[in-house]
């Protein structure tokens, strides 16, 4: 099979709040169109989008589908997206590699948060956008409100292109504003006739309303218009397809993708509006150092981009990849320039949901997937040999809740590691790391939801089964004032003894400094080759202090002074004498408990800043001000970590889900006393446990 025409390819991806039937719109899609012969749904898990075990047991997706149809003789390249923000990963890397997006709508929720998100990512992109208010046969379902709230948030260019007939139970089809006909609905199966009279006025209202948008975008349009001529349903397509292209038009469409009311004409709407791969504006990119502009042609250097890896257990890595220019073959050589690899391109796949297809070639604007890349990730470009072309990172959200992660069963902790590796290539939110104070294994994600669905995958995909645990807050330890002591270690066991006696003195240091040792030892009291033992036992005792079991840092140790015996004294003597000397020094010299302090900024709409500031203030924070973001509110503070572990949760409830907050390591502080109290006696606790 040849590569698609580029002008006859549509790449769309299916974008809204969770809950608002993306999935469900995207089989409906796909069985009208004809590339299914049945028409799966969520309560089932028949779907072909949601494929996944954990999409079937949730009911609403995790992770984003890659689907194709043809519509009118248009390839259509449909990506399912996930709505929840847990999985936000996925849905901004497929706004990266389409032109167009169907913003769907609840009919009775109306706009909703994450639509105002997916919106700003798409004008960022440059993607055009459709909206389509879905579930128009719900209980209190109401297009004109949608169509209202997109207008009074996106602009007046979010305008109806069609109006529904009936509403609830009663819904029963569309008319189309720009043929002027009504589309009743028996089946799945459409009848056109006239506009009914009793909502000829009403059609007439929202027409007048698409006209003015469509003639802003025309001047020929606007002209005619004006004059009050007839304009030709070809020019009008035309003008609303300009506007849509440049992202001054939104047309609103309505429907029921359960009950397959109004999908064809969104598939129209798609074909007619949504520009193709060949009319969109060049890519951006970099060849080298240079910034370049790719055209999607098919007889330009390739340039390929990865922005979605699967991790499958049977096949391995597969790679789904969009082509900006040239052509991508099957059984050819690439290049990927961002870990200098050569690749061997096997067979290209079409994918539907979880299943494949072969294709001989990927040409400019087409989207498919190759398994079996050796070296190729998510973020990466694949250039014909010897090319360097690249594409701007992809920026995901960072992690914001972590989870400490343990074996079920003893043993089974390379079977962890190299499962998460594996899920780690999937989703470029997931963060694993060692922490190599608490030694935990810590897993972090976008939410609580997020680590659970990570570990359900590890048990399912891996056969790698772990608990769940908050992780330990990294504290740390450090003296307030210099002190001194000695250590002494002496043993007499029959036969040769141990020996070794060492004089220490501690002193404070500026925090953030670490640690520094000094041998001011003179005279040979003790000799030259002991003293590394000396630093030694040092540097092994400051991994646990007595407090809490914490690091000690910011401190200088002093040896000045001791003695030696000219047969018992070892190395290990010396290192035992100054591990006792120091754990007495310490004790003199005000030791204290650290913890470390957080950058947090929390973005929030302007009716929740009153309750973050008061929500931060009473987890010990210290609010440093604010700043407008948009429509948004950034408020930026200084916080323990101790008091953000569960703060995701917190926040959400706060702000129905508006808000986000992002976190970054600040400095040490001292911690509070009766806190520090506290935390002493848990951490005795757990010493005693073991």
């Not at 969104?266 to 970099?286: E, F, G, K, M």
């Not at 935990?440 to 790698?464: C, I």
Request: contains cysteine.
């Amino acid at each position: 099979m040849p590569a698609a025409d580029p002008a006859k390819i549509r790449n769309v991806a299916m974008l809204g709040h969770r809950g608002t039937g993306k999935t469900s719109l995207s089989e409906a899609v796909l069985f009208t169109s004809g590339a299914v012969n049945r028409q799966g749904t969520i309560e089932q898990g028949s779907t072909v989008a949601d494929y996944d075990e954990d999409e079937k047991k949730r009911q609403h997706s995790i992770s984003a589908a890659l689907c194709h149809t043809s519509w009118r003789d248009h390839d259509i390249n449909l990506l399912d997206t996930p709505g929840d923000p847990s999985f936000h990963a996925d849905t901004i890397a497929a706004i990266r590699v389409v032109e167009g997006a169907v913003v769907v709508l609840n009919a009775t929720q109306g706009l909703e948060v994450q639509h105002e998100r997916l919106w700003k990512h798409c004008e960022e992109n440059g993607v055009s956008r459709v909206c389509f208010v879905n579930m128009m046969d719900r209980e209190r379902a109401d297009f004109g409100t949608a169509v209202s709230q997109l207008g009074e948030s996106f602009g007046q260019g979010a305008v109806a292109a069609q109006l529904p007939i009936g509403a609830e139970d009663k819904f029963e089809g569309v008319v189309d504003l720009l043929s002027m006909k009504a589309y009743r609905y028996e089946g799945g199966q459409a009848s056109v006739g006239p506009v009914p009279d009793d909502l000829m006025a009403e059609a007439e209202a929202y027409r007048e309303k698409l006209m003015d948008a469509v003639a802003e975008n025309d001047d020929a349009v606007m002209e005619k218009y004006l004059e009050g001529e007839e304009i030709s349903n070809e020019k009008l397509f035309a003008a609303l397809k300009a506007g849509v292209a440049a992202g001054n038009i939104f047309p609103v469409a309505a429907g029921c993708a359960t009950r397959n009311i109004g999908v064809d004409l969104l598939l129209n709407l798609l074909v007619d509006a949504v520009p193709s791969p060949a009319r969109r504006a060049p890519v951006t990119a970099i060849d080298g150092e240079e910034e370049i502009q790719l055209a999607c042609k098919a007889d330009r250097p390739l340039a390929a981009f990865v922005f979605k890896t699967l991790a499958d257990p049977f096949s391995g890595r597969i790679n789904v990849i969009r082509v900006f220019s040239g052509e991508l073959k099957s059984d050819s050589n690439v290049y990927n320039p961002a870990t200098k690899t050569k690749e061997r391109i096997g067979q290209l796949l079409r994918l539907q949901g979880k299943d494949n297809s072969p294709v001989d070639a990927l040409g400019p604007g087409d989207i498919g997937a190759v398994a079996k890349l050796k070296a190729t990730g998510t973020g990466d470009s694949l250039c014909a040999e010897g090319g360097q072309i690249t594409f701007p990172p992809l920026k995901f959200p960072n992690p914001v809740m972590s989870f400490a992660v343990e074996p079920k069963s003893k043993g089974d902790e390379e079977k962890i590691s190299s499962s998460l590796k594996r899920l780690q290539e999937e989703d470029p939110t997931l963060v694993v790391q060692r922490d190599p104070q608490t030694n935990e294994l810590v897993v972090s994600g976008l939410s609580q939801v997020h680590v659970e669905v990570v570990v359900d995958r590890m048990k399912r995909r891996f056969g790698a089964e772990v608990n769940l645990k908050p992780p330990r807050v990294p504290y740390l330890e450090t003296i307030r004032k210099p002190a001194k002591a000695q250590g002494k270690y002496k043993k007499q066991t029959g036969g040769r003894g141990q020996y070794g006696d060492a004089w220490l003195e501690v002193e404070p240091l500026p925090r953030g400094e670490g640690f520094e040792f000094v041998d001011k030892v003179v005279g040979g009291v003790i000799p030259r080759g002991f003293i590394p033992a000396v630093e030694k036992g040092v540097v092994e005792s400051m991994k646990e202090g007595e407090l809490a079991g914490s690091p000690i840092v910011d401190m200088r140790v002093t040896v000045y002074d001791g003695s030696h015996h000219p047969v018992d004294s070892s190395e290990m003597a010396f290192k035992i004498a100054a591990s006792m000397g120091l754990k007495k020094a310490i004790e003199q010299a005000n030791p204290v408990l650290l913890e470390p302090i957080m950058t947090v900024h929390i973005t929030v709409p302007e009716e929740n800043v009153g309750d973050v500031i008061g929500d931060m203030n009473s987890r010990r924070g210290k609010v440093l001000g604010m700043e407008p973001k948009g429509k948004m509110n950034q408020v930026n503070a200084e916080v323990p970590l101790a008091e953000m572990l569960s703060y995701a949760p917190d926040l959400r409830s706060m702000t129905g889900g508006r808000g986000d907050y992002t976190m970054d390591f600040l400095r040490y502080e001292e911690v509070p006393a009766h806190l520090a109290q506290k935390i002493m006696e848990q951490a005795q606790a757990e010493k005693e446990e073991k």
